[in-house]
């Protein structure tokens, strides 16, 4: 692609896969792309920063304190050029510098000071990758929207046999692409995103709900957008920032959110319904408050409401694609698959929500996509990679 114009800041660390980000820095500057180096004291010590130099064609910054001007101007002025910021290799050390706020050399402190996207790329041995400490640190980052690529699995540099390898070049530059030329390949389509809790009245003070936060609906209604869709989000109650320039219809009830979702389905090409619909609703809601009676129960009668899932399944055009989702706490599979097949779905996102960095209310989710043909587990992302992830499955289901 051509990445003419385009400004890469490309951090290196302390790690033997540091080489490879010469051919890194190689294939960016093919691309048209200008690249500016920063390198650590220990990154310096696996490949020469004049080969950084010869290859970007600009100086190379170094983690040295000989020139001040660097340290007071430098990470200042990378952080601000900086369309996208890769960091490749990205050792654990700098990994939990970032999930920490650590700015104690030129590199971390440019991390800290960017406002570009953020691409890491993994590498270090296996038992580093797996423990606890680089485990959370990964969900902080991904939390925080950090991009992340690999690692892979594959011979180590410590004869080791297993996850911690770095993606390769292509795939690396491939990545940083994909952020900076930003899909367009939802033009033309129209796309309805539900979101958000919906509420069941008790009576005028009280109501039946969920956890639901709306991040899942809501990430997927801004990557559509920005993915070249024409968007309608029908939200219910949510506690997560309401994304911007997106046609909008607030509903309080599951009946509520079914009246609008069969007004607007018949017009849509994809419905993703991420909204959590609450099962049963009071059959006989109080006109007043309910009052408490000393020493006496409560006891409330419930009715099952419409599965709007299964209503708009059986309303599906043969041009249309509908996507579900599982949010379940026990065989989860199982069930999603079920959903699946009775609900007329092409697609359902299934997780489970008692998984920590998984379900409501948190900034990443760790789901598996799945399909009357397979089953796709995903790792732990944030839950715009995730939108992202079900988004390119949509269209690869709808090229068939």
């Not at 795939?171 to 129209?190: M, N």
């Not at 996507?323 to 779905?345: C, M, P, W, Y």
């Not at 089953?375 to 269209?395: F, Q, T, Y």
């Amino acid at each position: 692609m051509d990445l003419t114009g385009r400004k890469i800041v490309l951090g290196v660390t302390g790690g033997i896969a540091a080489y490879k980000s010469a051919e890194v820095v190689s294939r960016l500057r093919h691309s048209g792309a200008e690249v500016h180096v920063i390198m650590t004291a220990n990154a310096a010590k696996f490949i020469a920063p004049l080969t950084f130099q010869t290859l970007s064609a600009n100086p190379v910054v170094t983690d040295t304190f000989a020139a001040p001007e660097y340290w007071n101007v430098e990470h200042v002025a990378l952080a601000k050029l900086a369309d996208v910021f890769a960091v490749v290799p990205a050792t654990a050390n700098i990994l939990a510098k970032m999930a920490c706020g650590i700015a104690d050399d030129m590199l971390s402190t440019t991390l800290l000071a960017t406002k570009a996207p953020v691409l890491v790329a993994p590498a270090m041995n296996t038992g580093m990758w797996t423990a606890d400490a680089t485990k959370r640190n990964m969900e902080i980052l991904r939390a925080r929207g950090v991009h992340v690529v690999g690692p892979g699995c594959g011979m180590l540099a410590c004869g080791d046999e297993g996850d911690g390898r770095m993606s390769e070049p292509a795939e690396i530059v491939s990545r940083i692409e994909e952020i900076l030329l930003k899909k367009q390949d939802l033009q033309g389509l129209k796309v309805l995103v539900t979101a958000g809790a919906t509420r069941e009245r008790l009576d005028p003070v009280r109501f039946l709900t969920n956890d639901s936060s709306g991040k899942m609906g809501f990430a997927l209604a801004e990557a559509a957008r920005e993915r070249g869709a024409d968007v309608t989000l029908v939200k219910g109650n949510t506690t997560a920032k309401v994304p911007e320039n997106i046609r909008i219809e607030e509903i309080e009830s599951a009946n509520e959110m079914l009246q609008a979702m069969q007004k607007a389905a018949p017009e849509q090409d994809v419905i993703i319904q991420a909204a959590a619909v609450a099962d049963y609703r009071a059959a006989n809601p109080a006109k007043t408050k309910i009052k408490k009676k000393a020493g006496e129960p409560l006891v409330i009668t419930l009715e099952e409401n419409p599965d709007i899932a299964k209503a708009i399944g059986a309303m599906k055009q043969p041009e249309q694609t509908l996507v579900g989702f599982a949010a379940e706490t026990n065989d989860v599979i199982r069930h999603a698959k079920q959903k699946l097949a009775s609900k007329n779905l092409d697609m359902i996102v299934a997780n489970d929500v008692t998984k920590p960095g998984a379900g409501f209310n948190t900034d990443t989710n760790i789901v598996t996509l799945i399909t009357k043909e397979k089953e796709e587990d995903l790792p732990m992302m944030s839950k715009r990679e995730v939108a992202d992830a079900i988004l390119d499955r949509i269209l690869e289901i709808r090229r068939k």
